[in-house]
């Protein structure tokens, strides 16, 4: 280990006595000493110098950095602003989400994607419909934001909402342009960083003459090397850039996905040379085939061809679900298999009960990534029968010692699909599914239409509550900083948490007395106060958030926000559901949501009704401090109603009217009831717009909604 003493603390001259030469010499200093201080905290886990030295050697490089400004370095310390040690890197909420593209893997896949679009924009078969269709570059997506043609921010994908600054890092990438000319005030460039094949190679031998780390494939290189908190790293590594999507915009790039490539291309960025316009599936296809081809010699990876809608007017009104895009998608090259040994069979516990198996495989590597394990579904794939009853892999069960065939797809956890026979071990057994859960020796039942067996245990069942407490504290849930997985299982383990209200009050448990958190291996009074904080800033919290974290069966993020805009508060919800049982009123009311169906409104009445799980949902609310669900775009003038569509509608589809009024915040509803706002009716609207006019609900027709919603 280095001196630490003599490192650490600076040079203590004044910062206005300081000449260029020794400022120069000293910013590197501090960059060097800095970046060793965060490896040793963040990569070894191991801080060599003290949370007040840090503080001191950072406010001296801002010193000299103020009076040198000339002087700042690429990867200045200061770069990681908010990214003191404690943050890792600074945070950056996107302005648009970065999202993912839904996969196609054949040509009927592609047909569909197409008929999608069409039906969507109400086009016929022979209207005209181009589209990009350019490779799909297997590396990770960046965010690059220019304020007056100035690189001013870099950000990675996160978890789309929210992904880390890496602009110092950034800034190091040659094919990342610093400055651009003629380019809007503002714009956000998104690509993908990727690390070529000969590059690659030579970075894992130069690891391997220092004993340092091999990385598994290009991908896993180019992201440990963006990710590097001393951007001299990733300095070091040699990166690439291709620019393909934009966010945020002053003015328009072109009003072509075509167009903006280009003009991305005449400001300085690289774009793919292999992107073209195709006019329709049969034309994608083939330039899917020419990639395919040419893809052994590309010299970088890629995964599959992305195809996009040209017209990016329709890319607009296609918009987006969930997570992805209407008017993309991305073809996967088909998946790359091996054959391995099957060592054992073990079974998982979810946070539903589910029992999984889990195939415990003799290494071996799949397109380039060392796979150990892999999903056997559930019972009837191990058996060789599918949901139905029929026979998968004609019929081949799966036994312990067989030789299977697994692959990858994507970044899907692999797969077993398929067992050779001739290579089975003479005493190899069928193998038996457990009737009770191996966890706590509950019944595990399989109901009718159910491909999987689930332990009835609930609570009592400690593989389900401590899935049901990762999933509580994972980050489209409570999100607590400092309490992952790996915490909530030994806080668990210990007794010290048993279901989500008792992590409010570990502070008053742990925080002072006999046994506090602060004593703890791998913790400290530091650590231990920021988790009390952490936990303390999350009492007052989002509806959606709570109800999606709880993690009943089939209620999900989206659903979950769903049903929080719906009902608007917590407790009116949670007094509707416990009344909710399987008629009445509040039931229909429920199943009225569209977006609700019977499965998703079964499991949330189950969750609500009086019970062990009711008791344990109110402990936690009676520590939070829930906010009313906001009504998305509040200045629309629909936002919040309930609107129902009737007839035929000539401007726009079914699909597209329903998904553009409830991105305006409005609840799209099949039926009219007193609960409905507004009836918009085209031609040939029968029954609905006779209750509608008994009801006294206002009607109006396409017209007048596109002039209400601002669209005309
Ligand atoms: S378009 C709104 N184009 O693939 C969607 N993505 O699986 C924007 N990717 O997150 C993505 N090459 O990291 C697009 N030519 C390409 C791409 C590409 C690679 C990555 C990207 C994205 C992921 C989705």
Redesign the pocket.
């Known amino acids: 280990m280095p001196d630490k003493g003599s490192n650490a603390h600076s040079d203590n001259s004044p910062v206005d006595q300081l000449n260029e030469t020794d400022a120069r010499a000293e910013l590197a200093r501090l960059a060097h000493i800095m970046a060793a201080a965060n490896s040793a905290y963040h990569r070894d886990d191991a801080p060599e110098i003290s949370d007040a030295d840090y503080d001191a050697l950072k406010a001296r490089n801002l010193e000299i950095e103020a009076r040198f400004p000339h002087l700042k370095r690429l990867d200045s310390p200061s770069e990681q602003v908010g990214a003191a040690p404690a943050e890792g890197f600074g945070k950056v909420t996107h302005t648009v989400r970065?999202?993912?593209?839904s996969n196609a893997f054949d040509a009927e896949d592609i047909a569909d994607f197409d008929d999608r679009i069409r039906r969507y924009l109400g086009l016929t078969a022979e209207a005209p419909l181009a589209y990009t269709s350019?490779?799909?570059?297997d590396?990770?997506?960046l965010s690059l934001r220019y304020e007056n043609g100035q690189l001013v921010q870099a950000a990675t994908?996160g978890d789309g909402a929210v992904g880390e600054n890496v602009t110092a890092n950034a800034r190091t990438i040659a094919d990342i342009p610093q400055a651009l000319t003629n380019a809007p005030e503002v714009l956000e460039v998104?690509g993908?960083v990727y690390m070529s094949h000969p590059d690659f190679e030579a970075l894992n031998a130069r690891q391997a003459e220092k004993s340092d780390k091999q990385f598994a494939n290009p991908r896993n290189a180019a992201a440990g090397s963006l990710r590097q908190l001393d951007a001299s790293i990733t300095k070091s590594r040699p990166l690439r850039f291709f620019a393909?999507?934009w966010a945020a915009l002053s003015e328009p790039l072109a009003d072509s996905q075509m167009g903006a490539i280009e003009r991305m291309a005449a400001l300085g960025f690289q774009t793919?040379p292999l992107t073209a316009l195709c006019d329709g599936p049969d034309a994608l296809l083939s330039h899917y085939a020419k990639i395919e081809q040419v893809r052994a010699t590309l010299g970088y990876d890629i995964d599959g061809v992305?195809y996009?809608v040209n017209d990016l007017g329709l890319q607009g009104r296609l918009g987006f679900r969930s997570t992805t895009?209407r008017w993309?998608i991305?073809h996967k090259f088909p998946a790359e298999l091996a054959w391995t040994r099957l060592e054992n069979i073990e079974i998982q516990v979810g946070r539903t009960g589910a029992l999984s198996p889990v195939a415990r495989l003799s290494p071996v590597t799949v397109g380039g990534v060392v796979v150990s394990n892999a999903t056997l579904h559930n019972e009837d794939y191990i058996a060789g029968r599918d949901s139905k009853g029929g026979d998968i892999r004609g019929g081949k069960d799966i036994r312990v010692g067989d030789w299977v065939q697994v692959y990858r797809a994507g970044d899907v956890i692999p797969k077993v699909a398929d067992v050779d026979l001739s290579k089975r071990p003479k005493d190899a057994e069928p193998f038996v599914f457990p009737l009770l859960c191996p966890e706590c020796q509950s019944e595990a039942i399989r109901e009718e239409g159910d491909a999987v067996r689930r332990c009835v245990g609930g609570l009592i069942c400690p593989a389900q509550a401590v899935e049901k407490l990762k999933h509580f504290v994972s980050r489209a849930a409570f999100d607590i900083e400092g309490l992952g997985a790996k915490q909530v299982e030994q806080f668990y383990r210990d007794d010290w948490i048993h279901e989500p209200a008792d992590i409010f009050t570990l502070k008053e448990r742990y925080g002072s007395g006999m046994q506090q958190l602060k004593n703890r291996e791998g913790w400290g009074e530091k650590s231990a106060n920021n988790l009390f904080q952490a936990i303390e800033d999350k009492r007052n919290i989002e509806f959606g958030r709570v109800l999606f974290s709880l993690g009943i069966r089939h209620v999900g993020e989206q659903a979950s926000n769903l049903l929080a805009r719906t009902y608007g508060g917590w407790s009116e919800f949670t007094e509707a559901m416990g009344g909710a049982s399987h008629e009445g009123p509040e039931w229909e009311r429920l199943l009225g949501i569209d977006g609700v169906g019977e499965v998703m409104a079964k499991s949330l009445v189950t969750a609500f009704a009086p019970g062990a799980e009711r008791d344990s949902i109110d402990r936690l609310a009676a520590h939070l401090a829930v906010q009313d669900a906001e009504q998305p775009q509040n200045d629309s003038p629909v936002a919040g109603k309930t609107v129902v569509f009737t007839g035929t509608l000539e401007k726009m589809t079914r699909a597209e009217a329903k998904a553009r009024a409830e991105s305006l915040g409005a609840k799209v509803s099949g039926s009219v009831s007193t609960k409905t706002d507004l009836l918009v009716a085209g031609p040939g609207a029968g029954s609905k717009a006779k209750k509608a006019t008994d009801l006294g609900v206002e009607t109006i027709d396409e017209d007048g909604w596109l002039t209400l919603i601002g669209d005309a």
């Open positions: 970065m999202l993912s593209l350019e490779p799909k570059i590396g990770l997506s994908r998104r993908e393909y999507a793919n992305v996009k895009p993309a991305a």
